[in-house]
């Protein structure tokens, strides 16, 4: 990350690398994966997505079979209010049958425009799989902002996104030049509290 101008006493440049599910489970972007027993079962119940939700479960038969209430054993609904219940009737259903199950996560990075501050970049690399398969995607996006300020008001002149799914091209990766190197900010690299609740599993 990238940093300068406006009240920026000098050009800072920072860099974090972290597995962001051990730093940060329940992010929005990830928190799908948690709550995908909750979902599955609304899935199933063909709910609506909960408010905020980013991606989303699809639960299926081990034959692909669309899944009803039945399948899990459930006569009466189980109300929203119940997380727990909801996530059980499902994993029960996973431990007596087998099942297949779709996961999407969706990640929206982001930089934020506010702020006294002439320009920033951020790469984010982007290293996902999972544990025990050796196959793995590697992503890549920038984030470049620069202000202008006529009249004493800054205005967001540019901001592009950059999404390139192979290694970093030439010229993305950012290096430090000129710029300070500093800490990242608490807000950052403080890691979140990791317990699963109300239904929710590693």
Request: hydrophobic letters at 40%.
């Amino acid at each position: 990350m990238k940093e300068s101008g406006g009240a920026i006493l000098f050009p800072r440049f920072w860099t974090f690398q972290m597995d962001m599910y051990r730093h940060n489970p329940s992010s929005l972007n990830l928190i799908t994966w948690r709550k995908r027993y909750i979902l599955a079962y609304g899935d199933v119940a063909r709910e609506p997505a909960p408010p905020r939700t980013r991606g989303f479960v699809n639960l299926r038969s081990p034959t692909g079979r669309y899944l009803t209430l039945a399948d899990l054993r459930v006569n009466t609904a189980i109300p929203t209010t119940n997380p727990i219940a909801r996530a059980e009737a499902v994993r029960d259903y996973i431990a007596a049958n087998g099942c297949q199950m779709i996961i999407s996560l969706e990640d929206r990075p982001s930089i934020s425009s506010t702020g006294n501050f002439l320009h920033k970049e951020r790469l984010t690399e982007f290293n996902i799989g999972l544990r025990g398969i050796k196959n793995r995607i590697i992503a890549y996006q920038k984030l470049d902002v620069q202000k202008a300020a006529p009249q004493g008001a800054p205005v967001l002149v540019t901001d592009q996104r950059d999404f390139q799914l192979s290694a970093a091209p030439t010229g993305v990766v950012p290096v430090p030049g000129h710029y300070a190197m500093s800490d990242p900010p608490v807000s950052v690299e403080d890691a979140r509290d990791p317990l699963a609740v109300n239904g929710e599993y590693d």
